[in-house]
């Protein structure tokens, strides 16, 4: 199995983690997935431009472009013969002494990648489901793909621990997003998802959800919603390149609607899957 290393192809078991890294040390670094449909990057651009994006806004320099960057998955996926499943990747700000502020002169950033199988399981995207509620702890910029996901972290476990597959979390009764996923809602009809703010990660799901909905006569609004919306709403589905769009059946053991997938919710996994088919072929 090969992995990317600083932009070159190597093998997975020739790399090691630095303990200096400043990855490992602080979380001080970002990542993306990027999913693969048969043997094609999907939403790559919006990706890596997202990748950017986060790496800009914490002052970490990419010595490549997007474009190159690309070329370095293209090349993996090759290697590795991916037919269906991800790409993780991250960039650290490199390994150097401890020393919370950044190293200067600035030193070469750590940037690895490696490819993951996913074997198409539909049973969660056609049974549903269950969620607990869960407050909002995370920090102000949650726009930031940061390798620092411990907020995120103890809300899975929260979810895991009551046998549930997402946390939801709120800020003052305000819904932001899943522990590793969007959250959006449908009420008579109209489909209302948080505001792309520092207080969520704008998901390429969300995003592609959205260019769906716009482009099929779906009303939808980017609009703030409270916990009592999300309780009361006709349907409620995640979004993510892993999970792509999935039914939340249940919130804290209290169904959502009749406690099935909706409507709503199962044409925008269809036109998910047809956009999908168009982009990378099926
Ligand atoms: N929100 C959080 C906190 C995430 O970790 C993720 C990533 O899986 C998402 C939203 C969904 O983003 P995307 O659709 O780009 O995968």
């Given at each position: ?5 600083n ?26 997935v ?9 939403t ?37 013969q991916?037919?269906n ?19 200067a ?6 940037y690895v990648a ?15 489901v ?16 940061s ?46 998802t948080?505001?792309?703010t520092?207080l ?16 099929n ?6 609009q ?7 309780l ?14 999935l ?26 899957q ?6 990378c072929?099926?």
């Open positions: 199995e090969k992995v990317i290393l932009g070159k192809i190597t093998l997975k078991t020739d790399i090691k983690v630095d303990f200096e890294d400043r990855g490992y040390q602080f979380g001080d670094g970002i990542y993306e990027i999913r693969v449909y048969n043997g094609q990057l999907f790559s651009k919006e990706h890596l431009n997202r990748l950017m994006a986060s790496a800009k806004s914490i002052s970490l320099a990419i010595p490549f472009t997007a474009g190159e960057i690309e070329g370095h998955l293209q090349q993996l996926i090759q290697e590795n991916l037919e499943g991800m790409i993780y990747m991250q960039f650290t700000r490199g390994v150097s002494p401890r020393n919370h502020a950044f190293p002169p600035a030193i070469d950033s750590v490696y490819t993951k199988p996913i074997l198409h399981s539909s049973e969660n995207a056609t049974a549903g269950k969620t607990i509620l869960t407050e909002d702890i995370r920090w102000l910029r949650c726009d930031i793909k390798l620092n996901l411990l907020g995120n972290i103890l809300a899975k476990q929260k979810a895991a621990d009551a046998g549930c597959f997402e946390a939801l979390q709120h800020r003052d009764g305000i819904v932001t997003e899943g522990s590793s996923s969007n959250v959006s809602i449908v009420i008579n009809g109209k489909v209302k948080h505001p792309a520092n969520i990660l704008n998901g390429i799901s969300r995003q592609v959800m959205l260019g769906l909905c716009k482009d006569g779906i009303p939808f609004s980017e703030t919603y409270t916990t009592e919306e999300l009361q709403a006709d349907e409620v589905f995640l979004s993510s390149t892993t999970a792509e769009i039914p939340v059946i249940e919130i804290d053991g209290k169904a959502v609607g009749n406690g099935t997938p909706g409507p709503f919710t199962r044409k925008l996994q269809k036109l998910f047809d956009e999908v088919a168009k982009q072929g099926s």
